[in-house]
């Protein structure tokens, strides 16, 4: 809760240095994340992305809500890459004109999993290219994470499964 109340007072996070946008776009399974509300009790996250001719990241949102065979829920958005942030920060568009804080701060080498988070420390997500990751590389990005300065009892496992 203390790292919480002083995120003020922390440093920017420092993103990744690049991003491939063609190697980034296409699905990302939400492993963990401090969820917003609209995520709360969300099963088989997965969130899209597709690169727009006008530069933009068309953004899917999708998940079944409060269980495995809950109603399906899509939430669309726009991404907009920040010039000179090595396409690694993008302001995320729900609700014009409104860009919210999206920093890829963590990107596996071969893009295979990654970490998306904020100024604020507020939300983060794991995600990966898989349904599931190895429980070692699952404590390594946990501790990444509070490493930024976010209260880590606050990450949720998101439950997957995609038989």
Not at 40 to 62: C, K, Q, R
Not at 110 to 135: F, G, H, K, L
Not at 136 to 153: C, F, H
């Amino acid at each position: 809760m203390l790292l919480s109340a002083c995120a003020g007072n922390l440093p920017d996070l420092k993103t990744v240095e690049h991003v491939e946008l063609g190697r980034f776009m296409g699905d990302w399974y939400v492993i963990a994340n401090i969820p917003t509300f609209i995520e709360g009790g969300a099963h088989n996250a997965v969130e899209n992305y597709a690169l727009n001719e006008d530069g933009s990241i068309a953004t899917t949102f999708s998940y079944r809500a409060d269980s495995f065979q809950g109603p399906e829920k899509t939430y669309t958005a726009r991404g907009f890459v920040r010039e000179e942030s090595g396409n690694a920060t993008w302001g995320m568009q729900f609700i014009w004109p409104i860009r919210a804080d999206y920093r890829i701060v963590y990107l596996a080498p071969d893009y295979s999993q990654t970490i998306i988070a904020r100024n604020r420390r507020d939300y983060v997500w794991i995600m990966a290219r898989t349904p599931e990751i190895p429980d070692a590389d699952y404590r390594q990005l946990v501790r990444r994470i509070a490493e930024m300065g976010y209260d880590t009892s606050l990450l949720r496992r998101v439950p997957q499964q995609w038989n």
